[in-house]
């Protein structure tokens, strides 16, 4: 990866995470957004011997159809599916909340509402064992607070996405700047998210709840896995037309570098649209 990817990156975090760990700061006639994300890292049942993709995307509809989206309390739903990551057996359930009280709300109304659509017990049942086989039964949750910089869906697509995921980590410089990652934060995503034509969508999100405060999070929605390397190649493009004078690059970076501890992850995943609420 190119060196300018590497600052882009970290400048961006750092900034993000300062600027606004609570909302996306959307245009006014946009929808509301959510104040908290819950991700679920879960994983395959290799040992199933009946395993059908079609069929698993078949209960997950219904679920979602009968359950998820009559659920108010849940504002948005996605499922992922492993691309490149270190674990093939990796599932990702992601939810987005209007309030934190909403995440306990929508778990007794799922409960509610698969009553409803199952109100024999046996057929319930039967349905959620369908359900579950597919899946073994380790798992791990954690919760994230979006934070402005969003570059939005301009409308809802009709195809599966590829998904970028980077998760950073903050060295909390005690000679840091507020003002100064303001400065930096506006012109990052000014012209490097939202001129960059290979972002279809970007969500940055902070530590909420979980096993490290210092995680970041920032999810880039892109239509290929070739439109993931042309997305890195514009980002050295746009940084030189934004900073032209190749010392003042350098010296923005020196003032990124203090912010981060210099570890990162990076996998892919993709979405499926017809899963998503």
């Not at 079609?54 to 691309?83: C, F, P, R």
Request: hydrophobic share 35%; charged share 30%; aromatic share 14%.
């Amino acid at each position: 990866m190119k060196t300018t990817t590497n600052r882009f990156f970290s400048a961006l975090v750092v900034m993000l995470l300062l600027f606004n760990f609570q909302s996306i700061q959307a245009q006014d006639d946009a929808p509301e957004a959510p104040e908290y994300i819950t991700v679920t890292t879960a994983h395959w049942n290799m040992d199933y011997e009946d395993f059908d993709m079609d069929t698993w995307k078949a209960v997950e509809k219904e679920y979602l159809d009968k359950v998820i989206k009559k659920n108010d309390h849940i504002m948005g739903y996605s499922i992922y599916l492993h691309q490149i990551s270190p674990d093939n057996s990796e599932i990702i359930f992601v939810n987005t909340y209007a309030s934190w009280d909403d995440i306990d709300k929508a778990s007794t109304r799922n409960g509610e509402l698969a009553r409803e659509a199952w109100p024999d017990d046996d057929a319930r049942g039967a349905f959620f064992d369908k359900q579950s086989a597919y899946y073994s039964p380790d798992h791990s949750d954690e919760i994230y607070a979006p934070m402005s910089g969003a570059k939005l869906m301009t409308e809802a697509p009709t195809k599966d996405l590829i998904c970028y995921v980077r998760k950073s980590h903050f060295a909390f410089p005690e000679d840091g700047s507020n003002a100064e990652f303001q400065e930096l934060r506006k012109g990052y995503i000014d012209n490097l998210i939202n001129k960059n034509e290979y972002i279809k969508a970007y969500y940055p999100h902070a530590h909420a709840w979980g096993s490290d405060r210092t995680e970041f999070l920032e999810a880039f929605f892109i239509e290929s896995l070739g439109d993931m390397d042309k997305m890195f190649e514009r980002f050295g493009e746009l940084s030189e037309e934004a900073w032209p004078d190749e010392a003042a690059r350098k010296e923005r970076g020196k003032k990124i570098g203090k912010y981060f501890t210099g570890v990162h992850g990076d996998t892919v995943y993709k979405w499926i649209h017809e899963l998503s609420k």
